[in-house]
């Protein structure tokens, strides 16, 4: 069992930054590919950022692809996620979540992912 949880949330005004983290209780931390999803009201879950395991790789959408950086410290079982540039369209709740699987063809897609955390909120003002 791994569990995962975020911080880091909070309001700022349109072009702030934040750095979301999530600390895991997994052993094998390095192992896992880690995301970053968000949810809007009224919206579905959508992929922000992925950082495959053993930190090889690194996938973002394009939303935020250029603002949003997903990084992982594999000796602190952590991953962050630095975002700056905000906009009030990034308003969501941002999950972390991991996958123990070997290969994760798809790091976009969030069946991918056993594991999820209990989200943190992020508001950004116009």
């Known amino acids: 069992q791994v569990q995962l949880v975020e911080s880091g949330g909070g309001s700022v005004p349109a072009g702030g930054s934040l750095r979301l983290s999530c600390a895991t209780s997994?052993?094998?931390?390095?192992?896992?590919?880690m995301g970053w999803f968000r949810q809007a009201p009224g919206k579905e879950r959508e992929f922000v950022a992925a950082a495959m395991w053993g930190g090889s790789s690194l996938h973002y959408a394009d939303s935020v692809r250029g603002r949003f950086t997903i990084s992982r410290d594999n000796d602190k079982d952590a991953v962050y996620l630095q975002m700056n540039s905000l906009q009030p369209e990034d308003t969501a709740v941002y999950y972390c979540?991991?996958?123990?699987?070997?290969?994760?063809?798809?790091?976009?897609?969030?069946?991918?992912?056993?594991?999820w955390g209990q989200g943190t909120q992020v508001t950004v003002s116009s």
């Open positions: 997994g052993s094998t931390f390095n192992s896992y590919t």
């Open positions: 979540a991991a996958s123990t699987a070997q290969a994760v063809g798809r790091p976009d897609e969030s069946y991918n992912y056993e594991y």
